[in-house]
């Protein structure tokens, strides 16, 4: 199986013309059904917030964001309960600058970038494909060659210098390859 990740941001023509014989899959939040579905921004409930036993989400992002801690505001557990795919974004505009996420809404221990998509991101994203798309990932393994659209391409947890591509994170859990929860030694 072959799966790649692409802009969303390029033109539809411009992407077939490079991946000719591929399935072509929009897997953001403004992408068709069922691919929507695989958005962190889609509240399918009951989401584990990692380091937080009994706490739960409406969605993969509201996990991200509820953790956030700026250097104006902590964490904001309501972003948990958030059920449409808007109003979930908190940003360092608003916030002042990000100083990490706390391991857990009570959390005392404040997690750098990478230690937070590692330990909070990686885990909830993985939940979710395991136990609320599965069906969708057999739908994706049945693809000989497939692109998956995001709006970012990055899908090494190590580089931050871009955002974390969840397409980037379905091609690597498609293809047994998914990333430690661990940074390399």
Do not use: C
Not at 35 to 49: D, E, K, N, Q, T
Not at 77 to 89: E, H
Not at 159 to 177: G, K, Y
């Amino acid at each position: 199986m072959q799966v790649r990740v692409a802009s969303r941001r390029r033109k539809p023509e411009s992407v077939r013309a490079q991946f000719p014989q591929a399935t072509i899959i929009d897997v953001t939040s403004r992408g068709p059904e069922p691919w929507v579905r695989l958005s962190p921004f889609y509240p399918h409930g009951g989401i584990p917030v990692p380091l937080s036993p009994g706490a739960v989400s409406a969605s993969v992002e509201g996990v991200w964001q509820a953790l956030k801690v700026f250097e104006n505001t902590d964490v904001d557990p309501s972003k948990l309960a958030v059920t449409t795919m808007t109003g979930l974004k908190r940003t360092t505009r608003r916030h002042g600058a990000v100083r990490g996420h706390r391991a857990g809404p009570d959390g005392a221990h404040l997690l750098g970038y990478e230690e937070a998509r590692r330990r909070i991101y990686l885990p909830a994203y993985r939940w979710m494909l395991e136990h609320r798309v599965p069906d969708l990932v057999v739908r994706l393994r049945g693809y000989s060659d497939l692109v998956l659209l995001d709006y970012t391409t990055n899908g090494d947890p190590a580089d931050t210098s871009s955002p974390l591509s969840h397409a980037a994170l379905v091609a690597s859990f498609l293809t047994d390859r998914w990333p430690s929860a661990s940074p390399p030694a």
